[in-house]
């Protein structure tokens, strides 16, 4: 059975920053990249970022120079680290098992259960 565990969300102040981790267990069929999506309030889910197996990533306009992933393949183990932290980033986080190459990504159906992150003062 395929898991995916997101972790290390929560309250941030506006220029601050955080960083998400997603734990993956299971063989997942199929995957070479694993991705970062959000959805805010009333919003569609939108792609933050992703990263392939060989390291290759790919961000979302939006978070592109403030956000970076990373991966641990020791530890099946994704992260999302989030500079800059702006009250427009609060949203669910979400983990994704998909495809892709360094200029796109797909994903597939493998969903974390998500994160809360909340940037206010």
């Known amino acids: 059975q395929v898991q995916l565990v997101e972790s290390g969300g929560g309250l941030v102040q506006p220029g601050g920053s955080l960083r998400l981790s997603c734990t993956v267990s299971?063989?997942?069929?199929?995957?070479?990249?694993m991705g970062w999506y959000r959805q805010a309030a009333g919003q569609q889910r939108e792609m933050v970022a992703a990263i392939t197996n060989f390291g290759s990533t790919h961000y979302g306009d939006s978070v592109r120079g403030r956000f970076t992933i990373s991966r641990d393949n020791s530890k099946s183990t994704v992260y999302l680290q989030m500079n800059s932290l702006k009250p427009e980033d609060t949203a669910v986080y979400y983990c994704?098992?998909?495809?892709?190459?360094?200029?796109?990504?797909?994903?597939?159906?493998?969903w974390g259960q998500g994160t809360q992150v909340t940037v206010s003062s």
């Open positions: 299971g063989s997942i069929v199929g995957s070479n990249a």
């Open positions: 994704n098992a998909g495809g892709g190459s360094g200029s796109y990504y797909y994903p597939l159906n493998y």
